[in-house]
Each structure stands twice: as structure tokens, then as C-alpha cells.
């Protein structure tokens, strides 16, 4: 019996990603050899092994759908945008603009992906999780958190409990390509961890342990805090003191070298 070629070939202009593996919605099909750039030499189309998609593909749309609750809400829960032309502008229909930070666009995109998906999976169970709001569904700009969470998880849940089904059906596995496509992108924009991360030579004032570590806020409008992450103290600061600090490590640096 003849293998057909992964769905996402019909899906690429250029005829699919020409690196093994990959997939991936940015690729340049490029590689480096000897310092120069050459046309990648890949093995593709690869094989639907699952349904109409290929393991690459599938192993992608299921990290996506792991990954949606948490990456949504955290979307939504900041305020700052990838590119330097600040919060766009977005209106729902007649009234009044809002002014809307893009990292809240970002999540708009992607849940209206999934809720795409999650309409040809199940358009009855879905009628249960369509808001409405800054986009055709897109969420409110008063919506919490945990609003926004319930939804999201709704949808991933109606998505899941069609198994490998979601990738034997053309639409649905179009569908599915196109939200994991969406999810990479907005991953690499909006990283969970983009501000958790290790703060370097500045010490905790209480310790004296170089265990600082910057936190991002939990919740809309939380503030970032400053953590040590020595079991032994704990201790949270105010950024605006590390930075004090840090200031002055730079001056004493700069100091000793002139």
C-alpha cells in the first residue's frame, strides 16, 4: 500500500519543510556548510504515519495542545509586545477603541486557531466556550485570568478527546497544522520564561547568595518581583533595588578598568 506524504506539503508554498524533522513554520531551507549557506539536502515529503500527518507534525500539534492553557494565559497576562511599534489597536465592532497590548492579539490569534479546531471536532460542545470579545472570539478586555483558562481548557479538552481522529480528517487535520503552526510562533514571540531567568552578580542583601532569580507576574497587573532562590532565605526584593545594585557593581566594574 502506497504511504501518502504528510499534509503539510500541501500546505507549504515551496512544496513542505525541506529539513528532516522539522516542520517548522519559519524554516528558510538553508543549512550552513563550511561557513556558507547551501539548500538544505532533507528527505522529505515524509510519511502521514498518523492519520494525514507526519510523526514531526503530530509530535508538534500534541506539544502545542499541552501547551495551550498555560501559554494563553500567560499571553494575557502580560502587557508588552515582541515588536518595537508598542500596542495595536483593535475595535470588536461600533463604540469606543481599546488600545490593546499585542500579546493580547497574540492570544486572540491563537485561540481563535483552536477554537477553529475545536469547531470541526465538536461545533455543539463548542457553542458552550465562544465569548465574544476583542476579536470575532477572541476574549474580553475585562476577562480574568481565570476566565480565560476555563475557556481555553475547554477547547483543548473537546480537541483531546477526539484522539488521532483530529488527524484522519482533512479539514480537522489542516486545522490542526495551522494551530500548532500559530503556537510556534507566538511561543518563540511570547516565551512562559521570557523574564524567569537567573539575575547574574547581583547578590541577595539578606544571604549574601548570588540566587536572584526575576519572576514574571502570575496575574494581570502583578507586579515582577525579585526572588533568592536559597532554600535558607527566600527573601523577595523590588526589582528597582536589584537594579540599584547592580548599577553600582557596573560602576565599581567600569571603576577597576579605567
Known sequence: ????????IVL????????????LADCRGVQVDGGRL????????QPATRGLLCESCWQRFTAAL?????????????????VPD???VQ??????????????IAADETWAALCDLAALVDPVELLAIRPGGTTAYGFGSRDSIEHVRDRVQ????????SGEGVARNDRTARAAIRFYRQ??????????????HRIAYARCRHCKHMTLERKPPLQHLDPITVKCLNPACGRVWDPAIVEVDLASIRHDLEEAAA
Request: hydrophobic share 30%.
Open 1 to 8: 500500500m502506497t504511504t501518502l506524504p504528510c499534509l503539510s
Open 12 to 23: 507549504d508554498k515551496r512544496g513542505g519543510c525541506r529539513v528532516h524533522g522539522e516542520h
Open 86 to 88: 508598542g500596542p495595536k
Open 183 to 196: 503556537a510556534q510562533v507566538v511561543r518563540r514571540q511570547f516565551p512562559v520564561d521570557e523574564d524567569s
Open 91 to 104: 475595535s470588536g465592532g461600533p463604540g469606543p477603541r481599546v488600545i490593546l497590548p499585542v500579546s493580547w
Open 154 to 161: 475547554l477547547a483543548v479538552d473537546i480537541v483531546r478527546a
Open 66 to 82: 499541552d501547551q495551550a492553557v498555560d501559554h494563553i494565559t500567560h499571553m494575557r497576562s502580560v502587557e508588552r509586545g515582541p
Open 38 to 45: 547551501t539548500e538544505c539536502t532533507g528527505c522529505l515529503p
